[in-house]
């Protein structure tokens, strides 16, 4: 398995809701990232985890958290976004930082 | 802060030409560079990378040049074929820090 899975691939969230996107690999990687994407931008560092272990947070507000439950999985926990976080949410995952990076196809989130 | 961007936003070009995508980063310490193609509702995927170590790196119709003097990045790509229709990413990294440039949006005309 050579791949990083995002779900959902779609998804549309009111402001005072709560949800998750997932983020799963079986490469054995042990770096794992999430970036936000707008529209015709390059994507932009979230959070990143070595060893399940938060190494990296870019200053992401508080509404945005991240979970590491095992060394496959990977969590983005939302609560009471707003309009403007509407993006396309990329986990990726690396053998180690930073070599072999790969990137889930993403979810699309919609903020409404 | 520093950051990495690109010269051209857009480029066309014809099918089977040669094409040229350019990349320049601001942070000297950055030891390794990956081109990346992000198709429409996909996510990036990896073309090619490149260490500091290194000048030059040849793939499989692909050829990423590095001039550490004045910090420029290139990716080449032979035979430019309707397929290769994207936006490209250079990436540098320092630290496990990896970050994007503003990308170019490749157009292959038939």
């Known amino acids: 398995d050579t791949e990083v899975t995002q779900t959902p691939k779609h998804l549309v969230m009111g402001m005072t809701n709560k949800k998750s996107l997932k983020c799963e690999q079986h490469m054995g990687h042990r770096a794992m990232y999430w970036y936000k994407q707008k529209a015709k931008k390059p994507p932009e560092l979230m959070f990143v985890?070595?060893?399940?272990?938060?190494?990296i947070n870019e200053s992401v507000p508080s509404r945005f958290s991240p979970e590491c439950p095992n060394s496959s999985l990977l969590n983005l926990h939302l609560h009471a976004l707003q309009p403007e976080d509407s993006a396309l949410y990329l986990c990726?995952?690396?053998?180690?930082?930073?070599?072999?990076?790969?990137f889930g196809s993403g979810t699309r989130l919609t903020v409404v | 802060g520093e950051s990495v961007g690109l010269h051209l936003p857009t480029l066309s070009v014809q099918e089977g030409d040669n094409s040229i995508i350019n990349c320049a980063y601001s942070n000297s310490a950055s030891d390794y560079f990956i081109w990346y193609k992000q198709e429409s509702g996909k996510g990036p995927q990896f073309i090619i990378d490149?260490?500091?170590?290194?000048d030059k790196r040849q793939g499989q119709r692909v050829t990423v040049l590095l001039n550490k003097t004045v910090k420029h990045l290139s990716l080449q790509i032979a035979a430019t074929q309707p397929g290769d229709s994207a936006v490209y990413f250079c990436?540098?990294?320092?630290?496990?820090?990896?970050?994007f440039g503003a990308g170019t949006r490749l157009t292959v005309k038939p």
């Open positions: 985890y070595s060893y399940e272990k938060l190494s």
């Open positions: 990436a540098e990294n320092f630290l496990g820090d990896m970050r």
């Open positions: 490149i260490r500091s170590n290194m």
């Open positions: 990726a995952s690396s053998q180690e930082t930073p070599y072999g990076y790969t």
